[in-house]
T-cell receptor, first 114, second 111 residues
């Protein structure tokens, strides 16, 4: 049973380009969370999704950022018109249920904006 | 902020000693989870303790939870150099489904 898979592991984008980060949850998990970790900082919640639904996007910037978790395929975190401040590690976690279940994390995608 | 806070921020011990890290939080929770993150790597889930539990063990790890004080501790016994990492607590609050992380404790175990 593969763990949470994120790709790419490293992503370099020029300012103004788009970044697409993918997350395949663990088998049987239908809940996905995205977090951002800035250098030397803890993880900040961005968005929580279930299949085809955004449940909570309170941590996501209002502009340029979007997330989806389609019926088929991975969850996608999309950042349009990236800026240097978007450089960070983006982690995805998945869980089997909504509450009181372990959340397992992927290895993260390290985005560098040059 | 509902974020958990770990203390100390950094801890350096000799191999074989015990390491204790603490986590405090602000709102009522369903559970609290501890994670380890090696430098530049993803997070590894260590232990989940539910709000109705007071203590859990897993190998050399012992976690306690005091909901009246809104705090938790992670004890690593007989530490090893491989335990060197950052340790985060994450709280699942009652009114939401997301986890809130603290800023972590950076543990260095000196061989």
């Amino acid at each position: 049973n593969a763990g949470v898979m994120q790709n790419p592991r490293h992503l370099v984008r020029r300012r103004g380009q788009e970044a697409r980060l993918r997350c395949s949850p663990m088998k049987g998990h239908s809940h996905v969370y995205w977090y951002r970790q800035l250098p030397e900082e803890g993880l900040k919640f961005m968005v929580y999704l279930q299949k085809e639904n955004i449940i909570d996007e309170s941590g996501m910037p209002k502009e340029r950022f979007s997330a989806e978790f389609p019926k088929e395929g991975p969850s996608i975190l999309r950042i349009q018109q990236v800026v240097r401040g978007d450089s960070a590690a983006y982690f995805c976690a998945s869980s089997v249920g909504a509450t009181n279940t372990e959340a397992f994390f992927g290895q993260g995608t390290r985005l560098t904006v040059v | 902020s509902q974020q958990g806070e770990e203390d100390p921020q950094a801890l350096s011990i000799q191999e074989g000693e015990n390491a204790t890290m603490n986590c405090s939080y602000k709102t009522s929770i369903n559970n609290l989870q501890w994670y380890r993150q090696n430098s530049g790597r993803g997070l590894v889930h260590l232990i989940l303790i539910r709000s109705n539990e007071r203590e859990k063990h897993s190998g050399r790890l012992r976690v306690t939870l005091d909901t009246s004080k809104k705090s938790s501790s992670l004890l690593i016994t007989a530490s090893r150099a491989a335990d060197t990492a950052s340790y985060f607590c994450a709280t699942e609050i009652i009114t939401g489904n997301q986890f809130y992380f603290g800023t972590g404790t950076s543990l260095t175990v000196i061989p």
